[in-house]
C-alpha cells in the first residue's frame, strides 16, 4: 500500500475544521459536559480531580477529564494536545461537524490525503489472514454475513496465509483458502472457494475443495483423500494421480500470490502521531489521562462523536468506553487492563481504535458490536498482544507485528490480520462483508504501485502505475474477482 510510511510528513501544512462543541449533540449552552467519578470538566476542557460531578449537557450525559488544568483548555495531567484547527476551513476532505457527527462522508486522516475508510477497506479482505503461519490444533469454522445487507449473496469469509498453513482438526472455510507456503490437514477439510496452495500439500484425511485447486508442489496422500469438485491445476504431473479432480486437471506453471499485504503495513504510530495534533479532546473536555488516571477504581465514560488523542488504556479494575457517534480512538501507549475492559457503540456509533503500543488484555473483552462489525476497526502497532480471558470481538482486528495466540475458545464478528495466527481451542469467524464497501475520499486516479493502492471504483493498479478499473481477477488483491464493470469484488457464492 503506497504512502503508508510517508502520509504524515505534511503534518503542519494541514489542519482539521473546528469541531464539536455544536455539532455533535452538545444541548447544553455552556458546558461540554460533566465528568464521571474520575472529575469534572468545563467547557474549556480543564478537569478537576473532584468526585463525582453532575451528569453531562452533551450527547451522551458524561463527558470526562481527570486532573489538573491548562491555559487554552489543555485539559488533565499533561495536558491533551489541543485542536489545531479553525474556522471552516483546513481540510477539504472534511465534509465538516455537522455532517461528520451525521454520520455522513469519510473520516479524513489529519496530514495526509487518505481516510480511514480507504484503509479498513484495503486491509480487511479475509475473515483471517496470517503474515506468516496458520497453526489450527482445534476446529475452524468460517462464514460471512452483510451487515448493511441481510439478503446479500455470501462469498463465505476467506483465509489467507503467507507462509505454511496446518489444520489438525475438522475445519470448514466457507469461504477460500489462499496459502502461499505449504499445507498440511489430518482431519476432515472442507473449502467452498479456491483453494490454492504454493507448495507442498499433505492431505491425511478426508478433504473437499468444491471449487478449483491450485497446488504448487508435491500432493502427499495415500489414498486420494483430497476431492476437487472444480479442475485441478498443478506444475507436476503426478499430482493428478494423487487426487479426485471431477473437473480434469491442467498441467502447467502456477501463479500462487501472496495473499495479505504484510510489506506495506499501516503506519499505526504515523496516525496516532496525527490525531495527537488535530483532536476534539479540548471541546468534549476529554483529558488525554482519563483512562490511565485511576487504575486502582472502576472506569466508565460516555463519549460523543469526535477524535480523541489518549496517553493509554491503563487500569487493574473495570473500564468501560460507551461510544455515541462515530468516533476515533488515537492511543499514544499501551492498552493493560487487569478487569474487564468494554468498548461498545449505540446503533449511529462506529470507531476507528488506533493503538501505537502492545495490548494486555487478562479478564474479559467486548469490543465493537456483533451484529455490524464493519463498523469498528481496530489496528494495533506493537508487537505483544495477550488476550488471556473471554473476548468477544464484534470488529476488524488489524495486529500485523503480533501473533494471536488463542488459548481459549475464539469467536470473531468480523476479522483478525495478524502476524501469525495459533489456536488451541476453536476458532470461528464470521465476516462481515460490509466492510470493503465503508466510505473513503480515495480519488480514482491515485498512483499506485500495486493494487493494494487502489480502491473501487478503479481497484487495478495500471501499467502506468495509475489506477484504473480491472480487466480480469488477477487484477484484484486476492481473494477478490474482477466484474464486467471493471470492480473488484468478493467471489460470489458457490
Not at 487502489?454 to 488483491?477: E, F, I, L
Amino acid at each position: 500500500m503506497m504512502g503508508h510510511k510517508t502520509l504524515f510528513s505534511l503534518l503542519a501544512l494541514v489542519a482539521l475544521p473546528t469541531v464539536l462543541a455544536a455539532a455533535c449533540g452538545s444541548s447544553g449552552a455552556g458546558s461540554t459536559g460533566a465528568a464521571s467519578s474520575t472529575g469534572a470538566a468545563s467547557s474549556s476542557g480543564a478537569a478537576t480531580g473532584g468526585a463525582g460531578g453532575q451528569a453531562g449537557a452533551g450527547v451522551g450525559g458524561e463527558f470526562v477529564g481527570s486532573g489538573g488544568s491548562g491555559a487554552g483548555g489543555a485539559g488533565g495531567m499533561g495536558g491533551a494536545p489541543s485542536s489545531s484547527s479553525s474556522g471552516t476551513g483546513g481540510n477539504p476532505l472534511d465534509a465538516g461537524l455537522d455532517d461528520f457527527c451525521m454520520g455522513k462522508g469519510a473520516i479524513p486522516i489529519p496530514g495526509s490525503g487518505e481516510c480511514t475508510g480507504d484503509i479498513g477497506k484495503k486491509t480487511f479482505l479475509f475473515a483471517a489472514c496470517s503474515c506468516t503461519g496458520f497453526d489450527a490444533n482445534n476446529t475452524v469454522v468460517t462464514d460471512s454475513f452483510s451487515s448493511i445487507d441481510p439478503n446479500k449473496p455470501l462469498a463465505g469469509g476467506s483465509i489467507g496465509v503467507n507462509g505454511n498453513y496446518s489444520a489438525q482438526a475438522a475445519t470448514s472455510i466457507k469461504g477460500a483458502l489462499l496459502v502461499k507456503g505449504s499445507m498440511s490437514t489430518t482431519n476432515q477439510h472442507d473449502v467452498v472457494q479456491a483453494l490454492q496452495c504454493g507448495g507442498n500439500a499433505t492431505i491425511s484425511h478426508v478433504a473437499l475443495a468444491q471449487n478449483d485447486a491450485t497446488i504448487g508442489g508435491t500432493v502427499n496422500s495415500s489414498n486420494k483423500e483430497l476431492t476437487i469438485q472444480g479442475k485441478l491445476f498443478t506444475p507436476i504431473a503426478e499430482n493428478t494421480a494423487k487426487v479426485n479432480a471431477l473437473g480434469g486437471s491442467v498441467v502447467g506453471p502456477v501463479d500462487i500470490e501472496t495473499p495479505c499485504n504484510c510489506d506495506d503495513p499501516v503506519d499505526v504510530a504515523g496516525i496516532v502521531q496525527a490525531f495527537g495534533g488535530t483532536n476534539d479532546n479540548d471541546e468534549n473536555g476529554v483529558a488525554a489521562d482519563v483512562l490511565v488516571a485511576n487504575p486502582s477504581m472502576p472506569t466508565e465514560i460516555t463519549l460523543p462523536c469526535g477524535r480523541y488523542f489518549l496517553s493509554g488504556i491503563k487500569s487493574d479494575s473495570t473500564v468501560t468506553v460507551h461510544l455515541t457517534g462515530r468516533t476515533v480512538l488515537a492511543i499514544d501507549g499501551d492498552i493493560a487492563v487487569a478487569g474487564k475492559l468494554t468498548i461498545d457503540l449505540s446503533d449511529a456509533a462506529e470507531l476507528d481504535l488506533f493503538v501505537k503500543g502492545n495490548v494486555a488484555l487478562t479478564n474479559q473483552a467486548a469490543i465493537g458490536a456483533i451484529t455490524r462489525p464493519a463498523a469498528t476497526r481496530v489496528y494495533i502497532g506493537g508487537a505483544q498482544v495477550a488476550l488471556a480471558g473471554q473476548f468477544v470481538l464484534g470488529a476488524n482486528l488489524y495486529m500485523p507485528n503480533a501473533a494471536l495466540q488463542a488459548s481459549n475458545e475464539l469467536e470473531v464478528y468480523g476479522s483478525v490480520f495478524a502476524k501469525s495466527i495459533s489456536t488451541a481451542h476453536q476458532f470461528k469467524v464470521h465476516y462481515d462483508e460490509a466492510i470493503i464497501t465503508i466510505n473513503g475520499c480515495q480519488p480514482p486516479d491515485s498512483a499506485c504501485t500495486d493494487c493494494h493502492d487502489c480502491v473501487n471504483p478503479t481497484p487495478a493498479c495500471g501499467p502506468g502505475g495509475t489506477c484504473g478499473p480491472c480487466s480480469t481477477d488477477k487484477d484484484c488483491c486476492p481473494p477478490l474477482v474482477c466484474t464486467p464493470n471493471g470492480t473488484c469484488v468478493l467471489p460470489p457464492p458457490k
